[in-house]
Nanobody, 119 residues
């Protein structure tokens, strides 16, 4: 089992910055990729960014050049640095870990942290 705890959300004005953190605990040796998703009211949850154990990153087109995902394996923590925030970035942000369990993979989710960007 892997537990994820997010922090760092809040209210910020457009153009501002926030850094989200996601700390993993439990069977952390089994974690493969980690990522951030977001879900706005009435919309589907969407990938924001993810990062593999080797450091390969993927970003949604809407955040490229503004958000940076990073991973500190020693602290079992993944970060999302969000710059030049826009009102459309307002959403609940959720951390996800892809966990290897034998020959299968499953996803573990955090509880989420709210990001609100005012115009």
């Amino acid at each position: 089992q892997v537990q994820l705890v997010e922090s760092g959300g809040g209210l910020v004005q457009a153009g501002g910055s926030l850094r989200l953190s996601c700390a993993a605990s439990g069977s952390i040796f089994s974690i493969n990729a980690m990522g951030w998703f977001r879900q706005a009211p009435g919309k589907q949850r969407e990938l924001v960014a993810d990062i593999t154990t080797r450091g390969t990153t993927t970003y949604a087109n809407s955040v490229k050049g503004r958000f940076t995902i990073s991973r500190d394996n020693a602290k079992n923590t993944v970060y999302l640095q969000m710059n030049s925030l826009k009102p459309e970035d307002t959403a609940g942000y959720y951390c996800r870990a892809t966990v290897v369990a034998g020959s299968t993979l499953y996803n573990s989710w955090g509880q989420g942290t709210q990001v609100t960007v005012s115009s």
